[in-house]
């Protein structure tokens, strides 16, 4: 019971250190910051619109996601130009990601 009781102190540590973030993302976590509703647009104009279908491609192909690079900044942008996604949603879909220590999506 002493280890069992040892072990969970150390879990109480562990959830009070600060939280960590990233600048950078797996592509999953910066997919999962859109709603299904902003999914569905940005692939209903895929349909017809190939400057959309470049960014999806880029991004399907991608290791990873940095808010930092003028690519993802400018792929947001060309999504509210086209009404895909509001203006407001800007800077959630462009925040840092909280890095979740073991987790990997």
Not at 71 to 91: C, F, K, L, P
Request: net charge negative; no cysteine.
């Amino acid at each position: 019971r002493d280890v069992e009781r040892s072990r969970g102190l150390g879990d109480v540590y562990k959830r009070q250190e600060p939280d960590v973030y990233s600048d950078s993302m797996s592509v999953l976590v910066f997919r999962d910051r859109f709603t299904l509703p902003e999914k569905t647009s940005i692939y209903a104009i895929a349909d017809t619109d190939s400057t959309m279908r470049v960014i999806l491609d880029d991004l399907n192909s991608a290791t990873y996601v940095s808010i930092l690079d003028q690519q993802t900044i400018n792929g947001v942008d060309y999504m509210i130009s086209v009404g895909a996604i509001e203006a407001s949603r800007r800077d959630a879909i462009l925040a840092p990601a909280l890095q979740v220590l073991g987790e990997e999506r």
